[in-house]
Nanobody
Framework: QVQLVESGGGSVHSGGSLKLSCAAS??????????LGWFRQAPGKEREEVAA???????TYAGSVKGRFTISQDNAKNTLYLQMNSLKPEDTAMYYC??????????????????WGQGTQVTVSS
């Protein structure tokens, strides 16, 4: 089992920055090939993938956050990060990290991801 715990959410004004962290633990975490992703869900909307990174370090981003968000990982700390700059009110959502064993380009669909954190709230005011 893999346990994921997010932190770093909060409330900021438009244009501000936040850095989310996702600490991973558990016997099932050390996959040789995997995908790690950040998803978000705003009230009344479906959950969407924001960014993902694979075991080779290749990252993909949703068009709405490209150039503003950066996903990264620290393998030594078993931690995934999401640096969010130039935040907009439309970035307001619950943010979740997720993981799955995977070979190849990371999927964008949430149903491919097997482990999920509980989420951390990000609120951006105008």
């Amino acid at each position: 089992q893999v346990q994921l715990v997010e932190s770093g959410g909060g409330s900021v004004h438009s244009g501000g920055s936040l850095k989310l962290s996702c600490a991973a633990s558990g016997s099932g975490f050390t996959y040789r090939r995997y995908c790690l992703g950040w998803f978000r869900q705003a009230p009344g909307k479906e959950r969407e993938e924001v960014a993902a990174i694979d075991s080779d370090g290749s990252a993909t981003y949703a068009g709405s956050v490209k150039g503003r968000f950066t996903i990264s990982q620290d393998n030594a700390k078993n931690t995934l990060y999401l640096q969010m700059n130039s935040l907009k009110p439309e970035d307001t959502a619950m943010y979740y990290c997720a993981s799955t064993p995977w070979g190849g380009i990371c999927p964008t669909q949430e149903y491919f991801f097997t482990s999920w954190g509980q989420g951390t709230q990000v609120t951006v005011s105008s």
